[in-house]
């Protein structure tokens, strides 16, 4: 390659890379995730980030962000204790790019340095590159198998960028591979060495040569014959050692380029004279240069935010065991990083106590790897955007249905701390004016919304897609055997401890059932009870007639939402 324009590119890739990683950087600092990180400026968080590095590198913090380094960072433990076949995946494509890396792209910086005599074309070079390359395509497709195995049953969200990025790297492999095929069977690239080396093109004189190359080197000279005389290859193989055995073995041992190579070899001729080995060469290094310039504009900016943030977490005090407060000033930026250093493995998703309540409500934003996505698009105000009215509704659901379990911060593989992420979405939904469901229905009377809901275009009693929805409430045989004995009524806990008559409940369970019977299941979805059911079961339970009193009314409270949000959205809009 001309050095007057790899040289450029290389600069200017170098410098779109360090321009990208400084601006992502210092979001940690400017985006504010809850209404108590707006109380302390980006500079405030920037010193009290210089102070934690400080605190780690010199005191007591040290070996344990040591510990974090090579057990959480290098060798994954975390992902290791949750899915062993995506921990293999992403050690093969750790390992496997970086050896690519240093033995490879920066061969001259290292290898040649490491290994005296080293030749690309030698062993166990040959081996090796392929080796690497080989195993980043596999743990990319352990990766794929793993996510396909995920049980939320929601796709994750995908961006333009990263599908970008990751089709980007996949050309990087295949075309290593297809250049390396191509220079193995090229008669372009032999010819090539023997001016260089032997100051001759002469395929007369480079007969015997040649007759070795064709047989044991799998290059595709078009006018040798088959089968090749043993006498020529014998005195080829002479030359080969006085001459070519120093920079040049057998490429067999290539165990994908070298069958590759074969499998070109009807095509190579007409592959030389387009120039393959040139246009070839120049797609392979500008794939690689333009991914190194995109990496920080796509979500794979997470091979460095995440290690960051395990170091960052090992630093952190030890909230449960240290008097020491967690300033604001730090936590704001953890916060900030660990929108970044989501993986988007989905481990959170597969144990996610709601995760059922999702696929019900039809709603991803209730699980936490959709969840931190809607949280860092609230704070960074592309939320709250025109057009946006109906995802930031899903988004204020999924926030305040969390029931803080915290299975997804036990699982997390890069130990983020989404207990408080969530805690300070739910603040900046607030702050929005997007309160929990339960807030906004019961701020109307039943009767007010079911008024509403009039005004709404619809089939006689619940339409198709709601019976779908709610199959309970919509089929009467589930309600039509209560005999208004009002068991449930006398066993309910809400009823027992409502005696507020201005904000009590204003139905009773067997009420709400009773007006199922009747067809009036708009006048049931903003009652009270709907709202403020405890759950128990009690009254399921203790019903002589067998009628799923609870499942019923939680299957309302979810159709409240689906049919009370869209009347709400009309009318904000209006």
């Avoid at 070795?212 to 005389?229: K, M």
């Avoid at 070109?264 to 393959?276: E, F, N, S």
């Avoid at 709601?354 to 969840?371: I, M, T």
């Avoid at 130990?415 to 739910?426: I, M, N, Y």
Wanted: net charge positive; hydrophobic share 50%.
């Amino acid at each position: 390659m001309s050095t007057a324009l790899f040289h450029p590119a290389l600069y200017a890739s170098l410098a779109l890379c360090a321009l990208g990683l400084a601006w992502r950087m210092s979001a940690w600092f400017r985006v504010r995730v809850g209404p108590d990180a707006c109380t302390v400026t980006p500079w405030q968080r920037m010193v009290a980030a210089l102070r934690g590095v400080a605190v780690a590198l010199f005191g007591r913090r040290l070996f344990r962000v040591l510990g974090a380094l090579v057990l959480d960072a290098l060798l994954l433990r975390r992902l290791y204790a949750n899915a062993k076949l995506r921990w293999l995946g992403h050690q093969l494509i750790l390992v496997g790019f970086t050896l690519l890396l240093l033995m490879h792209a920066l061969a001259a910086l290292v290898s040649e340095k490491l290994f005296q005599g080293y030749q690309p074309t030698l062993e166990p070079y040959l081996f090796l590159r392929n080796l690497f390359g080989v195993m980043v395509l596999v743990g990319v497709g352990l990766l794929w198998f793993g996510r396909r195995r995920e049980r939320s049953g929601f796709a994750q969200a995908r961006a333009f960028l990263g599908a970008a990025f990751v089709a980007l790297l996949g050309f990087v492999l295949v075309s290593g591979f297809l250049l390396e095929a191509h220079k193995i069977a090229s008669p372009r690239a032999f010819y090539r060495m023997t001016e260089q080396y032997a100051g001759t093109t002469d395929a007369e004189q480079l007969k015997p040569l040649r007759a070795l190359w064709a047989s044991e080197f799998g290059v595709a000279f078009a006018d040798l014959q088959q089968p090749i005389a043993a006498d020529l290859v014998e005195r080829g193989r002479e030359l080969q050692r006085d001459a070519c055995a120093s920079c040049h073995a057998k490429p067999a041992s290539a165990f994908v380029s070298y069958p590759l190579a074969r499998l070109l070899a009807p095509v190579t001729g007409l592959m030389d004279a387009a120039g393959a080995d040139t246009w070839l060469w120049y797609l392979h290094v500008f794939a690689c240069l333009l991914g190194l310039a995109s990496l920080p504009f796509t979500r794979f900016f997470h091979v460095l935010a995440a290690p960051i943030s395990l170091l960052v977490d090992a630093a952190a005090p030890q909230r449960a065991l240290s008097a020491q407060p967690y300033a604001i000033e730090a936590r704001a930026s953890q916060r900030a990083l660990a929108l970044d250093a989501c993986v988007r493995c989905g481990i959170c998703d597969e144990r996610c106590s709601v995760a059922l309540l999702a696929r019900y409500l039809g709603n991803p934003d209730l699980l936490p790897s959709h969840k931190l996505i809607a949280t860092g698009a609230l704070a960074k105000g592309r939320l709250l955007r025109s057009g946006e009215e109906e995802h930031a509704l899903r988004a204020a659901e999924g926030a305040f249905l969390c029931t803080d379990c915290g299975r997804c911060t036990s699982r997390c593989p890069v130990g983020l701390d989404l207990e408080d992420l969530w805690q300070a979405g739910r603040g900046d939904l607030a702050v929005a004016g997007l309160a929990p469901p339960a807030q906004w229905v019961q701020a109307r009377p039943a009767l007010a919304w079911a008024e509403s809901l009039e005004a709404v275009p619809r089939q006689h009693g619940l339409a198709a897609p709601d019976a779908a929805f709610a199959p309970l409430s919509a089929d009467r045989r589930s309600f039509s055997r209560c005999v208004q004995c009002q068991t449930c009524t006398n066993v309910c806990p809400v009823v027992a401890h409502s005696t507020d008559a201005e904000h009590g409940i204003d139905l009773t369970p067997q009420k709400v059932m009773n007006l199922l019977r009747l067809g009036l299941s708009d006048l049931a979805l903003g009652s009270r009870m709907v709202w403020d059911c405890a759950s128990c079961y009690q009254c399921q339970e203790s019903c002589p007639e067998g009628v799923r009193v609870a499942d019923i009314i939680y299957e309302l409270r979810a159709l409240a939402v689906r049919r009370l949000g869209s009347v709400r959205s009309r009318r904000q809009a209006a």
